[in-house]
């Protein structure tokens, strides 16, 4: 099987399926291809060249063409794109649903209404399963509009909603249809569209013009309409809320006070424009709304979360005071399953925070026992244990973590339990049972963050770390063995829809036209069911075209279904798809002219942007390293980096080369301690700082317990194991 899956996703045509290409195409696609890549795109124009059409199409020749047309298109040779794209429709089927919609946007452009209706036509006929499609189809529709043809137009666009309701334009299509409505004086239809439209997609662009032609036009229905069009829905109105659809929000709210009490409470209603209030960052006012909610109606329903919500707008103007009383309200309700744990949670980590670690545990301790089917349940649990072990109640933290193990057995966090149930025992001197946990943890959970700190534990025991040993060769996999999708033998054979998107993601490839052939692996992805086999196939396509987080998705969602023996007998080749070494000849020279381990490197990218070179983090950090701006810019002065610009983020070399400066310096201005230069990395040198002054002679696993940052925790801990997994891999050592 592992032969077929590699055969596959080279993604090279089985004989039969075209004829042949002969060397000359096959050189100058890879030519062309290379030089777009790279930018030069009047280059790869001269490599390919005329086009003389040949007796029979081969697979480079059809791309060939393609890659013309597009290259014509960026460089806005209309004539000769149109001609490229027009010959792949009529003699290249592999990649004619795209050529089609090429020639169908320009047939818009021109309104030119009989050719684009036969092109969408013939796209129904022949591709009914092509991503193009739909958007052809919705095109049609908007060509019909713009042309007076309503009708037409009308179900057209009918069509399209009744063939793709979960398609990404179905708000553009509802747009249409109550453009087609105001045309037909139909104003009761044009408004059910755009309020459908702007409260089931509230964040899209059109939403906010959908909502408030909706308003113009509701005076012209017949009052028996406006009133059932204003009926309170509070899932559309916490969608309108998250939208931030102010406007919309306080009409609704308004329609809701005048309804209360018979639609809702009175005392929901002020809870909900007291939300409003703080998100719109209003406080006085939502403070205001809750106390007078919990004056007026002090058996609300909603008593608990106005607790909660007073006490979070008290904690950030720093009254503590008033904060602790409310949130002590909040968590004596006693039927609140939601609220009250939440203020449990949020109250605990505050007194955590302020060291008041007795009264945190008691609170993390009533969610594990108030609470046993809470999402946070479980960490609860681990963090009533925890914080005894850092009063130093090492018995008492043991018994909870022995419970822990005996109530949850096959739970992710077991190797966690089973580390720190040794680190008690050998702040105890039970040396030989701190020794057989630590060895547990190493050996059945090797590429886990927690085996490294066991396999060190065990080095300060003078105890050798048990070898690492990963299946070469033909393993055995967990998985039924057989191909998910296999490609048809010839182009007269009718094609499955799995086949059909399978044969449009090799010609991408070939193509390097990533974006096109990850649309057709998701496509591909929502035809397959669930499993292990096809979780790995997906991800080796994804892998294939340098999608990594979504092949890190892929596998991981396998593994989260493995035991850890099944996980031990891995072959490499699963662990080298998961950990794969792009970007390794530009990262070896920076790490190594600035004394890092080329493998760290590597393992601070996988974990800051999976390798992708275009990362964009909302705090505005880019690139594969994820600096911010700011930072780029100093850096760039300190290392003399000519005509520097923000775009340059976006280049490996470029960011690689920043971006270890950086780290290094953080190493150096943290003692060469690797753990404090990661957390700065993630949280800021400051805060580092500070936590190293709160906690001055914490063991450095401890320590990576502690940081308050749940974010920072967790990427420290991903990246040392990144680092073991890729030294381990690449580059052996002993006892690693």
């Known amino acids: ?344 949670l949020r109250f605990a980590h505050i007194l955590e925070d302020r060291n008041e670690l007795d009264e945190a545990g008691r609170l993390y301790q009533q969610v594990a026992e108030r609470f046993p089917d809470h999402d946070d349940a479980v960490f609860s649990f681990w963090q009533t244990a925890w914080l005894q072990y850092r009063l130093g109640r090492y018995s008492l933290a043991a018994s909870i973590w022995r419970l822990f193990i005996k109530q949850f057995p096959h739970n992710a966090w077991r190797p966690q339990v089973l580390y720190w149930l040794g680190r008690v025992a050998q702040h105890r001197d039970y040396l030989s049972n701190a020794q057989a946990l630590y060895q547990r943890v190493a050996m059945d959970h090797p590429f886990h963050y927690y085996s490294l700190q066991a396999r060190e534990q065990l080095r300060q025991l003078s105890v050798p770390p048990p070898p690492i040993t990963v299946p070469d060769g033909n393993a055995t996999w967990p998985w039924e063995d057989g191909p998910p999708v296999s490609l048809p033998s010839s182009v007269t054979r009718q094609v499955t829809p799995e086949q059909f998107h399978l044969i449009r993601v090799q010609e991408f490839q070939h193509l390097q036209m990533h974006r096109n052939a990850q649309a057709e692996i998701d496509a591909l992805a929502a035809l397959l069911p669930q499993s292990q086999a096809n979780d790995y196939f997906l991800a080796t396509l994804f892998a294939q075209i340098n999608h990594h987080l979504a092949a890190f998705r892929r596998l991981n969602q396998l593994i989260s279904t493995l035991t850890p023996m099944q996980i031990r007998g891995l072959p490499r080749a699963f662990w080298t798809l998961l950990y794969p070494k792009t970007f390794w000849d530009h990262i070896t020279p920076h790490a190594t002219r600035h004394g890092l381990s080329p493998y760290l490197v590597l393992s601070l990218i996988r974990q800051e942007s999976a390798f992708n070179p275009r990362a964009f983090s909302p705090a505005g950090a880019r690139g594969l390293m994820q600096i911010i701006p700011s930072t780029a810019k100093i850096v760039a002065r300190q290392t003399r980096v000519q005509r520097f610009n923000l775009h340059m983020l976006f280049e490996p070399q470029a960011n690689i080369q920043l971006g270890t400066h950086y780290f290094s310096h953080q190493l150096q201005q943290f003692d060469r301690n690797l753990v404090f230069a990661l957390a700065a990395y993630n949280a800021g040198p400051h805060r580092v700082a500070e936590w190293r002054q709160r906690w001055p002679d914490l063991p450095m696993d401890e320590f990576i317990e502690q940081i308050p940052f749940k974010e920072t925790r967790l990427y420290v801990k991903l990246i040392l194991r990144n680092l073991l997994i890729y030294e381990y891999l690449y580059h052996p050592v002993p006892d690693a």
């Open 1 to 344: 099987m592992r032969d077929f899956y590699y055969a596959l996703v080279t993604l090279l045509l089985p004989a039969g399926l075209l004829m042949a290409a002969s060397p000359s195409d096959d050189d100058r696609l890879r030519q062309a291809v290379s030089l777009a890549q790279r930018g030069h795109l009047v280059q790869a124009m001269d490599v390919i060249g005329h086009l003389d059409i040949p007796a029979a199409i081969t697979p480079a020749f059809g791309r060939l063409a393609f890659l013309r047309a597009t290259l014509a298109q960026r460089l806005q040779h209309d004539d000769a794109a149109r001609d490229a794209y027009h010959l792949v429709w009529l003699a290249y089927p592999p990649l004619a649903d795209y050529a089609a919609w090429e020639l169908a946007q320009r047939a818009a452009e021109r309104d030119d209404l009989p050719v684009l209706e036969a092109i969408v036509n013939t796209l129904a006929r022949q591709y009914p399963t092509s991503l193009r499609l739909p958007d052809s189809q919705l095109l049609l529709a908007q060509t019909q509009h713009r042309l007076g043809q309503v009708d037409a137009a009308a179900a057209t666009v009918n069509r399209f909603l009744q063939s793709y309701p979960l398609h990404h334009a179905v708000p553009n299509a509802l747009f249409l249809q109550a453009q087609l409505a105001e045309k037909a004086n139909d104003p009761a239809t044009a408004t059910h569209r755009l309020r459908h439209l702007g409260e089931s997609y509230p964040q899209h662009d059109l939403a906010s013009i959908a909502l408030r032609r909706s308003r113009q036009l509701a005076p012209q229905l017949p009052a028996s309409q406006r009133t059932s069009e204003t009926q309170p829905d509070l899932a559309i109105l916490d969608r309108l809320i998250e939208a931030r659809h102010w406007p919309e929000v306080e009409q609704r709210l308004e329609q809701l006070k005048k309804a209360a009490p018979s639609s809702l409470p009175a005392s929901r209603i002020l809870l909900i424009r007291a939300s409003v209030a703080q998100k719109r960052r209003q406080p006085r006012e939502a403070t205001a709304l809750l106390h007078q909610l919990l004056l007026r109606y002090p058996n609300s329903a909603e008593r608990a979360e106005a607790h909660y919500r007073l006490a979070q707008l008290y904690h950030h103007q720093d009254n503590h005071t008033a904060s602790d009383t409310h949130f002590r309200h909040a968590i004596a309700q006693p039927h609140d399953a939601v609220w009250t744990p939440k203020a449990l």
